[in-house]
């Protein structure tokens, strides 16, 4: 009972409590509460910071904290590689993600490292960031670059590809080109080979309108060279035999490399034979040794050879060859003027084309042999101190001149073959040696020729007679129209003077005009001479009577005329009536008077034809 009567006393106690007002500090003292109430934590919500701390946050904020919002490029650390990309830390909400795809200029790319990015999309779908570090070198490539060309800094780069002249180089993000000639002191022969490989390159020029870079390789190592090749030029002398390495064969020589230093071996230097192409005596990248002819006086220019390091061929020929003797050899080199035989190694030998055949119309070299031909001759001439030597071939064969009367008498008829013209005749070949020449005059007894050409043509056979033999001059004469006889001796007959033939006129030509009687007769009719007994003029192709009034068988010429065809006619016309005017005055016995008569009527009579 009495413990219920305490609990009714507590709760009568907290009921009074709770019906009491709680009074509040702004209630119980107003005026201290306005004065220290803290206004602008009230309007902006927040409780207000103090100075100092507020200046420590953004003091870190700023240290490490990366606004994403910004362009600007930053520096990010590698904390992880995947297969396909690279984390990057850049001290923001989340981490950057870069594909390995931009850093195949970096193989090397390690945890760790690092890189500058820019940021390339704030959050993807996912709430990633993106970050891009092929961007961010592209930012801050072309001051690298520049710095770079200033300083003449060693850059690493990126071979990407092939292009026309050279090769594609990714530096710092810029694709810069390697000229083929930049990319090794040695000619490149397979620029495959430096595809997506990593090397080092000096930047040697930029083209800042066209934002173009050039880069090289070589320039790393000229200097170097540089050195070694003053060294060696130093050094070298005449008559020098030194150690070479194949750099390049042209078609006119071989360059060597001696150690820094190119020297060239011209192609006349290479062997004592004669070669077509360096190739058949060297290869590329092949040791040999070589000796120093000359260089001039900066010894930049190093002329070099290798025949002259073994015995001149010349010098090994057998004393026992001679004149007269035979040689076999290979044809090496045709010209017009003759052939080049090398009956020896290194020793060659020349056959003229006059001594090839013997014939007397000279052929080119070609006629008679190619080059690879394996050809006999007989020694002409040797000199071994001026290392020349000719040769000969128709001295095989006896000559043809030796049984020359035997075999072409004086009147003999032969068939030979035109070999050549001349404005005043045509050589004729009856044999391999023994031409002749058939004078223009002896071509034709009827034809007029100009010029050979008119008659017959290269290659055509023609029967001849042999009509003059010079065996010390080595000179036949031969006639191709004493073959048949002189149509002319007919002619003479047949259209002698006075004959009278029918014929038209051919052509109509200055100061008269032509007749063809025949193939071979074409008479010459004057102006006067066509005149009809009409008292018109004969024309083109019209036909009529001619006599011939002049032949000349010597000049060929004949001339003949119309008119005094019937001029003739009248003359015998007016005999006829002459005579029977005396018939009959003496049968008659007439008077004097009527003969007169007589004569004047027939005198009218012919002047009225006329």
Not at 204 to 230: C, G, T
């Amino acid at each position: 009972m009495a413990e219920k009567a305490q609990e009714a006393q507590v709760e009568s106690t907290e009921a009074k409590k709770e019906e009491t007002p709680v009074v509040s500090e702004a209630q119980a003292n107003p005026e201290k509460f306005l004065k220290e109430f803290n206004w602008h934590n009230y309007q902006e919500g927040i409780d207000e910071v103090d100075d100092l701390q507020l200046k420590e946050f953004e003091k870190l904020v700023a240290e490490n904290f990366v606004d994403t919002l910004d362009d600007e490029v930053v520096e990010g650390t590698v904390i992880h590689i995947t297969d396909r990309d690279a984390i990057i830390d850049i001290n923001a909400k989340s981490e950057g993600v870069i594909s390995l795809n931009e850093f195949r200029y970096n193989p090397n790319l390690a945890v760790g490292d690092k890189v500058e990015v820019l940021i390339d999309v704030r959050e993807d779908a996912t709430g990633q960031l993106v970050l891009s570090h092929r961007k961010a070198r592209v930012i801050k490539a072309w001051d690298r670059v520049n710095k770079a060309h200033e300083t003449g800094e060693i850059v690493n780069g990126f071979v990407k590809c092939r292009t026309k002249g050279g090769m594609i180089v990714d530096v710092f993000g810029i694709e810069a080109f390697l000229p083929g000639s930049q990319i090794d002191v040695k000619p490149i022969r397979d620029y495959d080979q430096y595809v997506n490989k990593t090397m080092e390159f000096k930047v040697v020029k930029i083209n800042h309108e066209f934002k173009n870079v050039v880069v090289s390789h070589k320039a790393l190592i000229e200097a170097d060279i540089e050195e070694q090749k003053k060294e060696i030029i130093g050094q070298l002398e005449k008559g020098q035999v030194l150690e070479g390495v194949v750099k390049n064969i042209t078609s006119y020589g071989v360059f060597i490399d001696l150690g820094g230093v190119d020297g060239l071996v011209h192609i006349t230097d290479l062997s004592w034979s004669r070669i077509n192409h360096p190739n058949e005596i060297v290869e590329l990248d092949q040791k040999l040794n070589v000796v120093i002819l000359d260089f001039d006086e900066d010894k930049s220019r190093i002329q070099l050879g290798l025949k002259q390091l073994s015995k001149h061929p010349w010098e090994a020929l057998a004393d026992t060859v001679a004149v007269g003797d035979k040689v076999k050899g290979k044809v090496v080199v045709i010209a017009d003027y003759g052939a080049f035989i090398e009956v020896a190694d290194g020793v060659e030998g020349l056959i003229h084309v006059s001594e090839m055949s013997w014939s007397t119309h000279l052929r080119s070299a070609q006629d008679f042999v190619a080059v690879g031909d394996e050809v006999e001759a007989v020694i002409l001439t040797l000199d071994r101190e001026d290392r020349k030597m000719s040769l000969g071939i128709k001295q095989l064969h006896p000559d043809p001149w030796t049984d020359i009367t035997t075999k072409y008498p004086l009147g003999s008829k032969h068939t030979g073959v035109v070999r050549n013209f001349t404005n005043f005749g045509v050589f004729v070949e009856l044999e391999e040696g023994i031409d002749g020449l058939i004078y223009i005059s002896d071509l034709s007894w009827t034809k007029k020729i100009k010029h050979p050409s008119e008659f017959c043509s290269v290659g055509d056979k023609l029967d001849v007679v042999v009509l003059e033999l010079d065996v010390e001059g080595r000179k036949l004469s031969l006639g191709h129209k004493q073959t048949t006889e002189n149509p002319w001796d007919k002619y003479e007959t047949d259209f002698a003077l006075e004959t009278v033939h029918t014929a038209e006129i051919s052509e109509i030509v200055d100061k008269g005009a032509t007749v063809e009687f025949n193939e071979d007769i074409v008479a010459f009719v004057p102006t006067r001479h066509l005149e009809k007994e009409d008292g018109t003029k004969l024309k083109k192709g019209e036909s009529a009577e001619f006599k011939i009034i002049e032949f000349n068988k010597e000049f060929k010429r004949v001339v003949a005329s119309h008119t005094a065809v019937f001029k003739a006619e009248e003359a015998k016309i007016v005999k006829q009536a002459a005579r029977k005017a005396e018939a009959a005055a003496a049968e008659a016995k007439p008077t004097l008077g009527d003969a007169n008569d007589a004569l004047q009527a027939l005198k009218d009579k012919l002047d009225g034809k006329a």
